[in-house]
């Protein structure tokens, strides 16, 4: 039945369910009751996660303590310490609310973030590398890349939150929210580039060539769920630099709140973690997991 056909009383039952869904949803914005239980239950998925990503180190540094830091290593303490800032954050969150200057709150909330973006590139530094190795291509650029794109968004988002503290402006707060779409939108093609490389690379090997299934799985598994994440991050950002109803980082929009970092980390993260859970070979040539 279309809205033409529909008569005056069942219009009315829409409306009136319409705008009480809307004031269910008010209500527990507006309700500091259920802010704190959001908040809380953020913090224990993030504990979750953290948690799990600190297990798994433990279990690969008992597998292989000879090998050092690993890329694989480097990358679950990345992500035990991301989703831990997170849990600590979301417990005490409204205190957040109470910090003085204002840009400390912005910081603490938006530094996870970036760390976030740096656990994941490492997966791209490394993809990257494979990929240039098995077509005998030198790789010596690759990790000064990494650490100098890196470097160059820490520094550039340092410098908006100075300025931010020195003389708060609307333009500069947009121009923030911009600066992290963009490197969120370049992480998601840079995983769409080098994983998908990866991934075509791996397909051409012949079909019986050992761990060729697993490892075609796992990079594109990865390549998927990071790329809808970091785009998904992306456009919210965007989104959110024009339009104050779209404040992830306010008290009174926790539904919003829970349901963007449920999408774009903590569901990435968990998702990620199961994919590469996988435990190195005790000995031989370090083949996958390792960091030269």
């Known amino acids: 039945m279309d809205g033409a056909s529909m008569g005056p009383s069942e219009a009315s039952v829409v409306m009136y369910t319409l705008k009480d869904a809307y004031s269910i949803w008010d209500v527990i914005n507006n309700s500091p009751v259920w802010q704190d239980r959001i908040f809380y239950a953020l913090a224990a998925l993030y504990g979750i996660v953290a948690i799990v990503a600190l297990v798994q180190l433990i279990r690969i540094q008992q597998r292989v303590p000879e090998y050092g830091w690993t890329t694989q290593k480097v990358f679950h303490f990345l992500n035990f310490l991301v989703n831990g800032a997170r849990c600590v954050i979301f417990i005490f969150r409204r205190d957040l609310q109470q910090l003085t ?3 400390a709150g912005e910081v603490l909330l938006d530094l996870p973030s970036l760390a976030f973006f740096t656990t994941y590139s490492l997966l791209i530094l490394f993809w990257a590398e494979i990929y240039y190795q098995a077509r005998t291509q030198s790789t010596d650029g690759l990790r000064p890349a990494f650490f100098i794109i890196n470097g160059t968004i820490y520094v550039i988002q340092i410098a908006l939150w100075l300025i ?5 402006m609307d333009i500069t707060l947009i121009l923030s929210k911009i600066f992290f779409a963009g490197v969120s939108l370049l992480a998601s093609f840079a995983f769409l580039l080098y994983g ?3 991934f075509l690379m791996l397909k051409r090997f012949p079909v019986e060539s050992r761990g060729r299934r697993n490892k075609l799985q796992e990079v594109g598994y990865v390549t998927t769920i990071c790329f809808i994440c970091f785009l998904l991050r992306s456009i919210m950002m965007f989104i959110n630099a024009f339009s104050g109803s779209a404040n992830v980082d306010v008290l009174n929009q926790p539904v919003l709140t829970f349901i963007y970092y449920l999408l774009v ?5 968990a998702l990620v973690l199961f994919v590469l859970r996988k435990l190195p070979p005790k000995r031989g040539i370090i083949q996958y997991h390792a960091i030269r």
């Open 101 to 103: 200057p204002e840009i």
């Open 164 to 168: 931010l503290w020195w003389k708060p």
């Open 196 to 198: 998908g490389r990866l």
């Open 265 to 269: 980390e903590i569901l990435p993260s």
